[in-house]
T-cell receptor, first 115, second 112 residues
Framework: AQSVAQPEDQVNVAEGNPLTVKCTYSVSGNPYLFWYVQYPNRGLQFLLKYITGDNLVKGSYGFEAEFNKSQTSFHLKKPSALVSDSALYFCAVSLTTSGTYKYIFGTGTRLKVLA | KAGVTQTPRYLIKTRGQQVTLSCSPISGHRSVSWYQQTPGQGLQFLFEYFSETQRNKGNFPGRFSGRQFSNSRSEMNVSTLELGDSALYLC???????????FGSGTRLTVV
């Protein structure tokens, strides 16, 4: 079955430290990969996406993500965390197979940045 | 540029009633998807419409239905509401899903 895994329900990091939110996927073909962020009582906001090309993708708010095909991972990173980065983060994949398309979200990881 | 607009923001309904939620996508976006978000189940895909046709459907009972109009606006309907339908319902629009989605702020439905 095709799936997206975010193995950590919550990640705690001190302000100013680097952060990583993990995502791995198990899908056939060459998926497009996305990260979204959700603040309380709001919808999801698009952060960044990987389609092809450079394995390091830069996105909004200083976030970046590294695509690793051999490990089927797409981890979200930021060199220096801010308290305002505290939110719920979702990884997603989009793929098209046999003319049908699927968009699969991970279960989400809550990021807490401590002052 | 206006974002994805969902109305109403909050709803309280009684078990057994039905409800209709509305979503206006970003102008030019023909793909509209609906998701149900609950603390226990996370983000679950309901259905996706593209140019007035349902292109994809998640694993929800037939009580959940939707449609899309010629102006790309979409509605979803839930009939015979159950307590477990209480959730945040999110609508997302896109030119094409491979470009990523823009989400609305959601409609929080409470069934009592």
């Amino acid at each position: 079955a095709q799936s997206v895994a975010q193995p950590e329900d919550q990640v705690n990091v001190a302000e100013g430290n680097p952060l990583t939110v993990k995502c791995t996927y198990s899908v056939s073909g060459n998926p497009y990969l996305f990260w979204y962020v959700q603040y309380p009582n709001r919808g999801l906001q698009f952060l960044l996406k990987y389609i092809t090309g450079d394995n390091l993708v830069k996105g909004s708010y200083g976030f970046e993500a590294e695509f690793n095909k051999s490990q089927t991972s797409f981890h979200l990173k930021k060199p220096s965390a801010l308290v305002s980065d505290s939110a719920l983060y979702f990884c997603a994949v989009s793929l098209t197979t046999s003319g049908t398309y699927k968009y699969i979200f991970g279960t989400g990881t809550r990021l807490k940045v401590l002052a | 540029k206006a974002g994805v607009t969902q109305t109403p923001r909050y709803l309280i309904k009684t078990r057994g009633q039905q409800v209709t939620l509305s979503c206006s996508p970003i102008s030019g976006h023909r793909s509209v998807s609906w998701y149900q978000q609950t603390p226990g189940q996370g983000l679950q895909f309901l259905f996706e419409y593209f140019s007035e046709t349902q292109r994809n459907k998640g694993n929800f009972p037939g009580r959940f239905s939707g449609r899309q109009f010629s102006n790309s606006r979409s509605e979803m309907n839930v009939s015979t509401l159950e307590l477990g339908d209480s959730a945040l319902y999110l609508c997302a629009s896109s030119i094409d899903a491979n470009y990523g989605y823009t989400f609305g702020s959601g409609t929080r439905l409470t069934v009592v």
